[in-house]
Nanobody
Framework: QVQLVESGGGLVQAGGSLRLSCAAS????????MGWYRQGPGKQRELVAD???????NYADSVKGRFTISRDNAKNTVYLQMNSLKPEDTGVYYC????????????????WGQGTQVTVSS
């Protein structure tokens, strides 16, 4: 069993910063791409940023230059540093892992965290 637990959401004023964390736990041998998605009020879930096991990153155009994704492979943790936050960044932020190889030789695909709320006030 693999679990993803997010933390770090909250309420912040426009222009402020937040740092999200997502820790994967369980019988993990390796993790490939880790990413952050968000779902704003009345909107579809969208990719915010992701990062491969080697550190290659990808960002949505709307967050480029403001958000930074990073990971600590030893801790199976991915981070999202969010600066210069805007009201349109409001939403539930979800951590996702594309593929986890377990110590038992099995593969777990498409694991999601429970989500953490980010609210940016104007």
């Amino acid at each position: 069993q693999v679990q993803l637990v997010e933390s770090g959401g909250g309420l912040v004023q426009a222009g402020g910063s937040l740092r999200l964390s997502c820790a994967a736990s369980g019988s993990i041998f390796s993790i490939n791409t880790m990413g952050w998605y968000r779902q704003g009020p009345g909107k579809q879930r969208e990719l915010v940023a992701d990062i491969t096991s080697r550190g290659s990153t990808n960002y949505a155009d709307s967050v480029k230059g403001r958000f930074t994704i990073s990971r600590d492979n030893a801790k199976n943790t991915v981070y999202l540093q969010m600066n210069s936050l805007k009201p349109e960044d409001t939403g539930v932020y979800y951590c996702k892992v594309d593929r986890i190889e377990t110590v038992y030789g099995t593969t777990v695909y498409g694991s999601w965290g429970q989500g953490t709320q980010v609210t940016v006030s104007s």
